[in-house]
């Protein structure tokens, strides 16, 4: 498996601002994906952070919105913009080693939107 | 397109019973992968199991089991002699192909009471 952070854990953002999601990995993996929980609810994927090129967005999300980066293979950023209270979510970064299909998720990052 | 059902919204057991979370699961590819997670109330998804669609073996370790039925496209999780610790939300999630994008089913929360 892989250790993975997420950066920061928690916070409270006021609407209209953007926040930024950090995803550390402790080893290289192959792919890495951004998921949403929201309140009580299951978890949607956003997109598939690919590395050095655009992320792969799914139908929903958009990359205005939501834009990731993924300078290499263990890093990978999310930027939450322009939020509004729908926004206040369990934002998961989640990893795929080797091909085991053994899919590894961060602790996640709490925001609230006020 | 892919679906995952968790028909039991909630269950709550008393310690030591034993409690079994239903996974019914859809897909075209004859080649997918399935997973348990575990999310406690701290919000981290915890990895319990992957199950490949050509190993129809059903596995158990410690007091976890699971049985994988491709007949009736189930994949169900029990629980033997559960415990307080036990108490979380179980997610049920598919993947096929070569995207590794997993579809998850909406849950099961479990709550084991003294």
């Known amino acids: 498996s892989a250790v993975i952070s997420q950066k920061p854990s928690r916070d409270i953002c006021q609407r209209g601002t953007s926040l930024t999601i950090q995803c550390q990995v402790d080893?290289?993996?192959?792919?890495m994906f951004w998921y949403r929980q929201q309140p009580g609810q299951s978890l949607t994927l956003i997109a598939t952070?690919?590395?050095?090129?655009?992320?792969?967005?799914e139908s929903g999300f958009v990359i205005d919105k939501f834009p990731i980066s993924r300078p290499n293979l263990t890093f990978s950023t999310l930027t939450v913009s322009n939020m509004s209270p729908e926004d206040s979510s369990i934002y998961l970064c989640?990893?795929?080693?080797?091909?085991?299909?053994?899919?590894?998720f961060g602790p996640g990052t709490r925001l609230t939107v006020t | 397109a892919q679906k995952v059902t968790q028909a039991q919204t909630e269950i709550s057991v008393v310690e030591k019973e034993d409690v079994t979370l239903d996974c019914v699961y859809e897909?075209?590819?004859?080649?997918?992968?399935l997973f348990w997670y575990k999310q406690p109330p701290s919000g981290e998804l915890v990895f319990l199991i992957r199950?490949?669609?050509?190993?129809?073996q059903n596995e158990i370790s410690g007091r976890y089991s699971w049985n994988f039925q491709k007949s009736t496209s189930s994949f169900n999780f029990t629980i033997t002699a559960s415990q307080v610790v036990d108490s979380a939300v179980y997610f049920c999630?598919?993947?096929?192909?070569?995207?590794?994008?997993?579809?998850f089913g909406t849950g099961t929360r479990l709550q084991v009471t003294l």
């Open positions: 989640s990893v795929l080693t080797g091909l085991s299909y053994e899919q590894y």
């Open positions: 080893s290289q993996v192959t792919m």
């Open positions: 952070a690919n590395q050095g090129s655009e992320a792969t967005y």
């Open positions: 897909t075209r590819d004859t080649t997918y992968y």
């Open positions: 199950r490949n669609s050509f190993d129809e």
């Open positions: 999630a598919l993947t096929s192909g070569t995207a590794s994008k997993l579809t």
